[in-house]
């Protein structure tokens, strides 16, 4: 049983699930408490210390369906025992003529009982990075890594019918195909962990499909089909929002002599009263201010949607800790001082290295703009500058592998992460799991998708690989959208 534990867990940690030496000693421990041979008994032993949360579930029992079902021996089954001297004849005979190849060893391993290390190659292919490729970009890395899988799969296919075909002369038919079907469910299992890589459970998102209608027929259309006129209209309203929601928020710790009693400060203060509780202390309620950080995808018609958020957003800076705004097509650039301060100047001192905005020399305070209308010509520059090349194709994954490596150190557990974009990568790479890692460092991830929810699973779309790593995602496409979600954010 302890050789069955270590090997499992060495399956896990293969897959991607953390799990320490202590917990596999306390999971050793408790099966000493369980009966062994009652399999849900068992199994809730093993999840309640390998998997650590809801989201790890899934993962798990895909590990184990696997582990102890998809490739259990043929000497584990009273009716199969005949035959595991027959098939670790073939299994001997095929390794012999095989290569030196890391892939055919490690399948050969998998097909003995022992998937740690293939399982090990297929999460490296699932979590692969893309080269950072300038002129022509593709997904054919990872794509081409899992054909040559493939067909190492369907090679191994073909050598064990030859082989089988030669060997199985002293066996009935009844066993021929009894072995054959184990030789053909061990491969399948082998290709499916290729094409079907388990998602994690996500049962805490929140998603929002429709909001209240508010502002009659302007708030209902599309942020897209504004025209001039109605874009001004709606930027009043979005700045008369925005004051409003700032008094609401900055009244709510404004009133002190309401609210919940200190009695250790009114007890303390009593004693210039000879102990009469005269001066009564009311605890004061902390902001509770978060810092924000904001990727927006500046391409087509999803732009039309990030710069109102853009600008509702720094219209409020005083209700969050701080407010660090990114833009990308394919290039992520931070336009935090761009925006803050609205410089028209500034532009003409900006160098992108790396991803990584940088200023010469200093600025003329003199012609900083000031307020909403400063805000809103940056963003009309940020569009019209070359600061980022806006003709390039989107690239979602290129983007959350920039800000993985240049900007890991501004998120924390204050940090709330808002994506502003339709998730179209153009087949490109999508790299969810980066945004798996980035979930686990900040607050809150939120995705604000300027698209109605029937065509998000459409096309080049990926946002339902980007959903199991969100804790909350929403249509945003109109100014009722926004102002509901803002307010939600900010109160």
Not at 28 to 45: A, Q, S
Request: aromatic letters at 8%; charged letters at 25%; glycine letters at 4%.
């Amino acid at each position: 049983m302890l050789d069955t534990m270590i090997e499992f867990t060495a399956c896990c940690r293969s897959y991607g699930l953390r799990v320490s030496t202590s917990e596999v000693l306390d999971c050793v421990r408790h099966i000493c408490l369980v009966d062994p041979l009652d399999e849900k008994e068992f199994k809730t032993v093993l999840q309640s210390n390998y998997a650590k949360s809801r989201r790890d579930q899934s993962r798990f029992n895909s590990l184990y369906n696997l582990f102890f079902h998809g490739i259990k021996p043929l000497d584990s089954v009273n009716s199969f025992t005949h035959l595991s001297s027959t098939f670790n004849k073939i299994m001997d005979m095929m390794e012999k003529n095989q290569s030196n190849d890391p892939v055919e060893k490690a399948l050969a391993e998998f097909m003995r009982g022992k998937p740690a290390q293939f399982l090990d190659q297929v999460h490296k292919l699932n979590i692969m990075s893309v080269k950072n490729q300038k002129f022509f970009k593709s997904n054919m890395d990872q794509l081409s890594a899992k054909l040559g899988i493939m067909l190492v799969i369907n090679q191994m296919r073909q050598r064990i019918t030859k082989l089988a075909g030669t060997h199985l002369d002293n066996l009935d038919q009844e066993s021929i195909r009894l072995l054959n079907q184990h030789f053909t469910k061990l491969l399948n299992n082998a290709y499916a962990l290729l094409t079907d890589e388990p998602r994690e459970n996500n049962d805490s998102l929140v998603e929002r499909k429709s909001v209240i209608t508010t502002n009659a027929e302007l708030g209902q259309k599309s942020f897209s089909s504004l025209s001039n006129l109605e874009v001004a209209k709606v930027m009043e309203i979005i700045e008369l929002f925005a004051r409003k929601l700032q008094e609401q928020a900055s009244r709510r710790f404004r009133i002190k002599r309401k609210g919940t009693i200190d009695i250790k400060k009114t007890l303390r203060n009593s004693g210039k009263y000879q102990g009469v509780p005269l001066d009564i202390k009311f605890r004061d309620k902390p902001k509770n201010r978060s810092s924000l950080v904001i990727l927006c995808d500046i391409s087509g018609s999803v732009w039309s949607s990030a710069r109102f958020m853009l600008n509702i957003l720094y219209a409020l800076q005083d209700c969050f800790t701080r407010v660090k705004s990114f833009v990308f097509v394919a290039q992520l650039v931070e336009v935090t001082s761009l925006l803050e301060r609205g410089s028209l100047n500034q532009f003409n001192k900006i160098n992108v290295v790396d991803g990584i905005t940088q200023t010469q020399g200093t600025i003329d305070q003199d012609t900083v703009a000031q307020g909403a209308n400063a805000v809103n010509t940056a963003i009309n520059t940020i569009l019209n500058s070359n600061i980022i090349n806006t003709s390039e194709h989107t690239d979602y994954g290129a983007a959350l592998s920039s800000f993985k490596k240049n900007h890991p150190h501004i998120l924390n557990h204050k940090t709330t992460l808002i994506i502003m974009g339709d998730g179209r990568s153009n087949y490109l790479n999508p790299q969810a799991n980066i945004l798996a890692e980035i979930r686990e460092k900040c607050k809150r991830v939120i995705w604000l998708n300027p698209e109605p929810y029937n065509t998000w699973n459409s096309g080049d779309s990926e946002i339902f690989a980007y959903k199991p790593h969100c804790h909350e995602i929403r249509t945003c496409m109109n100014l009722n959208h926004l102002t509901q979600f803002v307010k939600e954010l900010v109160l």
